[in-house]
């Protein structure tokens, strides 16, 4: 799955038509489930309820887990931080205790109003998946010129090279009408990412290019969410997510 950003409804939506099993099935969830959309803490809740939940870390996710552990929110909750914080402040009644300035935001929220469950979820997510098939789950991307182990936790959940450069590769050799190999360190069968909307592409559905599937379909642009099966690439949209 994709970045939800705050989408409680687009998340339901998927788990819902993709006829999900919350006991049986597993989810990988790609990040970013944090900012943007204001119910971010009923997003966080049903990931709870899913038995074999694999969550990758996204950069919104590490902002609010740098709140979490410290007091201090690194972006002044701009870049949607004030979808979280709203979200959270709403779950104890202080909804209202926001207030907007040129320089970023102040609110009542503090780590402590933050659940338990919920701090242990965002100190558990993974810089990355790999699973028994060889096929990487990864936020953003890589520097595919490096090993991939090793690389330091911001390349994992910010870097777009990979999925710039592939969509290059994949440019090129259709114009040469020829399909040569896209190069990297450490091969792996396929790789699933988000963090880079598709809207860019001026499409809500997920994009392939190379061996990379981008399912970030911009549920944090007035996009929609979508919900892949690795197996077969069968995927499952909600609707448009309305942002205001």
Same mark, same amino acid.
């Given at each position: 799955?994709?970045?939800?950003? !705050?989408a409680y409804?687009?998340?339901?939506e998927?788990?819902q038509r993709?006829?999900f099993?919350? =006991? *049986?099935?597993? =989810?990988?969830? =790609?990040g ?7 119910? +971010? /803490?009923?997003? +966080?809740?049903e ?5 074999n939940l ?19 929110h ?6 949607? @931080?004030? @979808? ?5 402040l %709403? ?5 209202e205790?926001?207030? /907007? ?10 780590? @402590?109003d933050?659940p ?6 965002f ?10 098939e060889?096929n990487?789950f ?9 090993p ?5 936790? *911001?390349v ?7 999925? +710039?450069?592939?969509?290059?590769w ?7 009408r ?16 988000g ?8 499409t ?13 379909? !911009?549920?944090?642009?007035?996009? %929609? ?12 949209q909600? *609707?448009?997510?309305? %942002? !205001?």
């Amino acid at each position: 799955m994709g970045d939800i950003h !705050g989408a409680y409804q687009a998340l339901t939506e998927c788990l819902q038509r993709s006829g999900f099993d919350y =006991l *049986e099935d597993t =989810l990988i969830q =790609l990040g970013d489930i944090a900012d943007s959309g204001d119910r +971010v /803490y009923e997003c +966080v809740e049903e990931l709870l309820r899913i038995k074999n939940l694999i969550a990758v870390r996204g950069n919104h996710d590490e902002w609010f887990l740098q709140f979490i552990q410290s007091g201090y929110h690194p972006q002044a909750w701009f870049g949607g @931080g004030q @979808g979280t914080a709203i979200s959270y402040l %709403r779950r104890i009644g202080k909804e209202e205790l926001i207030l /907007y300035t040129p320089s970023g935001y102040y609110t009542a929220l503090n780590p @402590g109003d933050i659940p338990e469950t919920h701090k242990r979820f965002f100190r558990g997510q993974h810089l990355y998946h790999i699973d028994d098939e060889n096929n990487c789950f990864v936020h953003a991307g890589f520097d595919r010129h490096q090993p991939f182990k090793g690389q330091t936790p *911001e390349v994992y959940y910010w870097n777009r090279d990979l999925w +710039v450069q592939a969509m290059s590769w994949e440019t090129y050799n259709k114009h040469q009408r020829q399909k040569g190999k896209f190069q990297m360190v450490t091969p792996f069968r396929e790789i699933f990412i988000g963090h880079t909307s598709t809207i860019n592409w001026a499409t809500d559905k997920p994009i392939h290019a190379a061996n990379i599937y981008n399912i970030d379909t !911009g549920a944090s642009h007035s996009g %929609r969410l979508t919900i892949m099966d690795v197996a077969t690439k069968e995927f499952w949209q909600s *609707e448009i997510v309305k %942002r !205001g």
